[in-house]
């Protein structure tokens, strides 16, 4: 029972994985529209990820789109770039799970906005 609940968690975060990369990184680009569409895939789908995100730790979510956009950007991997990556996802996690937490009373814009400028701050 355990093990098809393992294997049913790694089957969903793959598919919202993918839609996520699709919202955040469209054409390799993060943008504050970019954010505002995760943030509103986030409210769309509270209940999932108000769970996921109090169980998880990161998740292949979170890989998933640190590759990705380490791809999609041409950025070489190093330690650092890993790091500053891991630093940013944790970053976003944890306003997502608050904000979810607390029945997404923050407007959308305002969110989306800090996610950009703590991005470009580290990344632009």
Known sequence: CIIILKILIIQ???????QIQKLLIPNGLLS????????????ENRGF??????????G??????MDTF???QNIPSSDR???????????????????LLNDCQV???????????QYSALFG
């Open 12 to 18: 969903m975060e793959q598919e919202k994985g993918t």
């Open 32 to 43: 504050v529209h970019s954010f505002e569409q995760y943030f509103y895939f986030l409210k």
């Open 49 to 58: 990820y108000l769970a996921y995100l109090t169980a998880s730790s990161g």
């Open 60 to 65: 292949n979510i979170t890989s998933r789109l």
């Open 70 to 72: 380490l791809h999609t």
């Open 81 to 99: 770039v890993r790091y500053q990556m891991l630093f940013f996802m944790a970053g976003l996690k944890s306003i997502a799970h608050n904000w």
């Open 107 to 117: 407007p959308i814009r305002l969110l989306a906005e800090i996610a950009y400028d």
